[in-house]
T-cell receptor
Framework: DAGVTQSPTHLIKTRGQQVTLRCSPKSGHDTVSWYQQALGQGPQFIFQYYEEEERQRGNFPDRFSGHQFPNYSSELNVNALLLGDSALYLCASTPRGTDTQYFGPGTRLTVL | DAKTTQPTSMDCAEGRAANLPCNHSTISGNEYVYWYRQIHSQGPQYIIHGLKNNETNEMASLIITEDRKSSTLILPHATLRDTAVYYC????????????????FGQGTILTVHP
């Protein structure tokens, strides 16, 4: 059984572009959370999706948006990329009926 | 959200127990203590969590003081592969708690296991 998977592994974009990151939760997981981790810092919560709705949001601008699909997979979209958006983007999924989050390997985004 | 305080770094000899402390003096009654670790450039790995009783699993033990204001994560026989950043997180598990849903990571403790 595969764990939480994310794609792509690495991505390079230029300022002003838009990016879409993808997350596939582990089988039996229905909640997906997204985090941003800048170099040398702990992960910062972006938002959480449950039943295809954004349930909770952290302190991130509207440039950051997301979506959850009926199969529980999720996308993170970032518009108008800034240099400061360079980071490791982590997806975490939660088993149905529990509250523990399990993380994927992350997507390393570099904005030039 | 309840804040946590952890030492910046700790060292441990391979084969010895690693005891990682965490202070969470403002913890609320509905908040659990979670521990994750992150090996360089990988996603955080869940270790263990607890409310007020001591917990043990195949990875570690979690000791929570009776007043719940602090806790200790114990890796009973540390190996070189346990070298990582360890995060102590306080989090509500019920809707209505301000930390419900999200995990709030601090700087964590850098644990280095030496041969």
């Amino acid at each position: 059984d595969a764990g939480v998977t994310q794609s792509p592994t690495h991505l390079i974009k230029t300022r002003g572009q838009q990016v879409t990151l993808r997350c596939s939760p582990k089988s039996g997981h229905d909640t997906v959370s997204w985090y941003q981790q800048a170099l040398g810092q702990g992960p910062q919560f972006i938002f959480q999706y449950y039943e295809e709705e954004e349930r909770q949001r952290g302190n991130f601008p509207d440039r950051f948006s997301g979506h959850q699909f009926p199969n529980y997979s999720s996308e993170l979209n970032v518009n108008a990329l800034l240099l400061g958006d360079s980071a490791l983007y982590l997806c975490a999924s939660t088993p149905r009926g529990t509250d523990t989050q399990y993380f994927g390997p992350g997507t390393r985004l570099t904005v030039l | 959200d309840a804040k946590t305080t952890q030492p910046t770094s700790m060292d441990c000899a391979e084969g010895r127990a690693a005891n990682l402390p965490c202070n969470h003096s403002t913890i609320s009654g509905n908040e659990y203590v979670y521990w994750y670790r992150q090996i360089h450039s990988q996603g955080p790995q869940y270790i263990i969590h607890g409310l007020k009783n001591n917990e043990t699993n195949e990875m570690a033990s979690l000791i929570i003081t009776e007043d719940r204001k602090s806790s200790t994560l114990i890796l009973p026989h540390a190996t070189l592969r346990d070298t990582a950043v360890y995060y102590c997180i306080v989090r509500a598990l019920h809707a209505g708690g301000t930390s419900y849903g999200k995990l709030t990571f601090g700087q964590g403790t850098i644990l280095t296991v030496h041969p």
